[in-house]
């Protein structure tokens, strides 16, 4: 009876590292789009609501691509990443089509999909113990669960005050995803003995 050969634990670590610069272009990405929404709440929330609307979308599809590209994941978190890719892409869809919208209705929308990508980011922390990074996808779990809550608890908040929760929310997120990025490129540089 013939055995699976292991992978390689070079050519995984290489594999994973390859994505560093993706990673960093969305994380970059991420941050300038909050530091846009804190400087200028008032007058960009159109633009805002767009830009976020193809965030998400493009979130949604690196989401359901990563759940089955991952070949580490179970199949429970296989299932949470499709689910959570799905959702984004529709949230984004929504978003792009309907700028104007109601500030209530979008914060209902964006409250909603926070505090569930905050579950699922934060159930997948703590169901996988091996995963990279583990402590700060807890960290955004719970920070995406508080925005959430946040916004679904005031959804009448002025345009200036939800931008800031948006601008805050994606400012920290994006400045995760560049240190993961870096992180990344780090994983690479020694899975090829540099």
């Given at each position: 009876m013939a055995q699976r050969s292991q992978?390689?634990?070079?050519?995984?670590?290489?594999?994973?590292?390859?994505?560093?610069?993706?990673?960093?272009?969305f994380g970059v990405l991420t941050l300038l789009l909050g530091f846009l929404a804190v400087v200028w709440p008032g007058r960009t929330v159109v633009v805002i609501a767009v830009l976020l609307g193809l965030e998400l979308i493009i979130v949604g599809i690196f989401r359901f691509v990563e759940a089955f590209a991952y070949d580490e994941a179970t199949g429970g978190t296989r299932v949470l990443m499709a689910l959570l890719g799905i959702l984004s892409f529709i949230v984004g869809i929504y978003a792009t089509r309907h700028v104007g919208v109601t500030v209530g209705a979008l914060a209902l929308v964006l409250g909603i999909y926070w505090v569930v990508h905050g579950?699922?980011?934060?159930?997948?922390?703590i169901s996988d113990r091996d995963m990279n990074g583990r402590g700060w996808a807890m960290f955004t779990g719970v920070l995406s669960i508080v925005a959430g809550t946040v916004v679904l608890i005031q959804p009448h908040i002025s345009l200036a005050v939800l931008a800031w929760v948006l601008g805050i929310w994606l400012i920290v997120y994006g400045a995760i995803m560049i240190y993961t990025a870096f992180r990344l490129r780090s994983v690479r540089q020694l899975a090829h003995g540099r």
């Open positions: 992978p390689d634990p070079q050519d995984v670590l290489a594999r994973i590292g390859a994505a560093w610069g993706w990673v960093l272009i579950f699922i980011e934060l159930f997948s922390a």
